[in-house]
């Protein structure tokens, strides 16, 4: 099967039998439709098994599937109408952000989103969809401009993240994906964001301040690739599945933290299997959530927006004092230490004694 | 004998000293990390932890910078109750934070908010430490930013974040990136109320924190030698495999590149602060007509 993934092998393996006996049964004229239809019938049987809950790391793979619609093939399927836009006015036109003016069920709205290439010279051009200073700028232009002709905005988030380069960090990188943070936050139309794909990083956010945020069944979304945060934790990039599963990046963990209000569902084996299936779903979701928010007005959005992001985060309230807290432990290790000095006959003290207090200036 | 063994170096067995090096006492002297120079320490905190030799600014914890920074040292701390849990479970994360605890006997997090006075005025600030988890922002560090900035907000009070940070915590990866979104888009209610926000970033602000509010400020400053940036130089070498500049993402790269306002030596911040502040409290009261 075309573009298969290394998990799908079983599977294919399969049909790969089936195909052998079929031109077998043909060449031959034996009959093995017996054996034929006992195969087919596990194939049914492990698809199912296969695809009803895929695991973080497959995952990942079938979000980053090179075969997986991206921005440009959902905004052609689930939007009629789109008028192609480009450049930030500053610097130049970042292939890797796309966007323009378009209509979902003749509601006129702005489009944007990371592009990734088709093929290599795509890539290389559209920077494998990793956005520089001027493509966070380039969306943010054409947010303003839906701002002040109160279109609603629609995202689509496919990126491994900002593009790391020399030139990114000249031209502010950092200062790109901020001020796209800050005012995303302070427009008064709606908002709806859609992981397509991959939602890497900052890069990612970027695009991602959204009354909703939906994401489709195998995109994933994170703080770092799970590639990077392998090399980082355990120096070994190639551990990349190891974090997937750590790191909580799935449609529905993100759902659970209510960091997301939606899942898109997709076809069994992924989004590239049928992009007809995908976009209609997307688009009934996105035309749902565009209603309840069309009814809000300027000041209703944007508080909305603001107490969505404002509640995400979770952490604990101390009883105790940090000084408090000190003092117990203190306590606690002195009481430890006389112990277990008492039981190592007494040498962790005089190893302490030796250096005397005075001397740690 | 062979000639070549004239040339060979001669093997000697080390004895280990009966008593190492206990004359010098730990902490009395320290190196300059950039220079090498040997200081006392005593002379080093009265410059401020900057090298006298080579002007390198040492990297401060939060505390020391609020002492040196706020008058006399003063601050009414925010919101010390927050603490870390581990919401994803995230192998590891529980016990390092507990590690990070233990060597932190003033922190809980990597940053600690409050209000206090600079040159007499009332200010709200932020000051992160990178000594805490590598300064990473997760829940509680957005948390406490975003409650800072919300604190201002109330208080009609200015507002300053001293940054540094590695970036994101990925032990809460998801949680950890919505806090950019979180503090940024507190930092747009600020901005729309005509609030002030001065950023400073200080020895390393990177990835997440400087790609959202440490950039966000109405004005921007750095100290000198400060690695400020979004990816780091080892990723960016091995992306796109290019010889980066000895000053990559220095302050002074930083504002040859347009993104910085000034660059302020640690001697001077504190009056610098205080001049910016003044810029926008003196004339109050008087009418239009003066």
Redesign the interface.
């Known amino acids: 099967m075309a573009g298969e993934l290394p998990f799908e092998k079983p599977l294919s393996d399969l049909r790969e039998k089936i195909k052998t006996l079929e031109t077998l049964a043909a060449g031959n004229g034996m009959d093995f439709s017996e054996e034929i239809a006992r195969l087919e019938e596990r194939c049914k049987q492990l698809e199912q098994e296969m695809y009803q809950e895929l695991t973080p790391a497959q995952k990942m793979h079938v979000a980053r599937h090179h075969q997986r619609p991206t921005t440009l093939d959902f905004i052609q399927a689930v939007f009629t109408d789109f008028i192609e836009l480009h450049g930030d006015r500053l610097f130049a036109d970042d292939l890797a952000i796309v966007g323009g003016l378009a209509k979902l069920n003749g509601v006129p709205v702005t489009v944007v989103g990371h592009q990734r290439g088709k093929d290599t010279r795509d890539n290389i051009a559209r920077f494998f969809g990793s956005p520089h200073p001027e493509g966070f700028r380039k969306a943010l232009r054409f947010m303003q401009q839906a701002n002040k002709f109160n279109r609603p905005i629609i995202t689509f988030i496919d990126t491994k993240g900002?593009y790391?380069?020399?030139t990114?960090?000249?031209?502010?990188?950092?200062?790109a994906?901020?001020?796209n943070?800050?005012?995303m936050?302070?427009f008064g139309v709606p908002i709806i964001c859609v992981v397509i794909g991959e939602g890497g990083?900052?890069g990612a956010?970027a695009l991602?301040?959204g009354n909703r945020v939906l994401m489709l069944e195998n995109a994933i979304?994170?703080?770092?690739s799970p590639n990077?945060?392998a090399s980082?934790?355990w120096k070994d990039a190639s551990k990349a599945d190891q974090a997937a599963e750590?790191?909580?990046?799935t449609a529905k963990?993100?759902l659970a933290?209510e960091?997301i209000e939606d899942i898109v569902e997709e076809p069994q084996g992924g989004a590239h299997r049928d992009l007809a299936y995908t976009a209609e779903h997307l688009k009934a979701k996105l035309w749902s959530h565009l209603q309840e928010l069309r009814a809000m007005t300027p000041e209703e959005l944007k508080e909305d927006?603001?107490s969505k992001?404002?509640k995400?985060?979770?952490?604990?309230?101390?009883?105790q004092?940090?000084a408090e807290e000190?003092q117990t432990?203190q306590l606690q290790s002195a009481a430890d230490e006389s112990s277990e000095a008492a039981a190592a006959g007494g040498e962790a003290s005089t190893e302490k004694a030796a250096?005397?207090e005075?001397?740690?200036? | 004998m062979q000639i070549k063994d004239l040339f060979t170096k001669k093997k000697y067995a080390t004895v280990p000293s009966e008593r190492p090096k206990r004359d010098i006492p730990e902490g009395l002297m320290n190196k300059c990390t950039r220079c090498g120079t040997i200081q006392y320490s005593k002379e080093l905190e009265k410059n401020l932890k900057v090298c006298s030799s080579c002007g390198y600014h040492f990297r401060l914890s939060a505390w020391e910078r609020i002492a040196m920074t706020l008058d006399e040292g003063q601050l009414t701390e925010y919101d010390t109750e927050l603490v870390s849990e581990d919401p994803l479970g995230f192998p590891g994360y529980a016990s390092k934070l507990e590690q990070q605890l233990a060597k932190n006997p003033n922190l809980r997090e990597a940053v600690v908010t409050g209000e206090g006075t600079i040159g007499g005025l009332p200010v709200v600030v932020a000051v992160m430490s990178f000594d805490f988890f590598s300064g990473s922002m997760g829940s509680v560090v957005g948390e406490k930013i975003t409650r800072a900035v919300e604190a201002a907000l109330d208080k009609r009070l200015p507002l300053i974040i001293f940054s540094t940070s590695g970036g994101a915590r990925m032990q809460e990866s998801i949680l950890s990136l919505m806090q950019m979104a979180k503090t940024s888009a507190a930092l747009s209610k600020l901005h729309e109320a005509g609030g002030l926000f001065i950023s400073v970033f200080t020895d390393p602000t990177m990835g997440g924190v400087s790609a959202s509010f440490a950039s966000l400020g109405d004005y921007n400053l750095a100290e000198p030698g400060a690695l400020v940036g979004f990816a780091g130089r080892i990723v960016i070498e091995q992306t796109i495999r290019q010889k980066l500049p000895d000053n990559f993402q220095t302050a002074e790269f930083n504002l040859q590149h347009g993104q910085l306002d000034m660059v302020v030596h640690r001697n001077d911040m504190k009056h610098m602060l205080t001049k910016l502040l003044d810029m926008h409290t003196a004339g109050e009261g008087l009418s239009n007509g003066g």
């Open positions: 900002a790391p380069g020399n990114a960090e000249e031209r502010g990188q950092s200062e994906i901020a001020r943070l800050r005012e936050a302070g990083s900052g956010l991602g301040v979304y994170s703080a770092i990077g945060a980082i934790l750590a790191m909580k990046i963990d993100l933290f960091v927006r603001y992001f404002r995400i985060g979770k952490f604990q309230i101390a009883q004092t940090r000190q432990t250096l005397p005075s001397a740690q200036v």
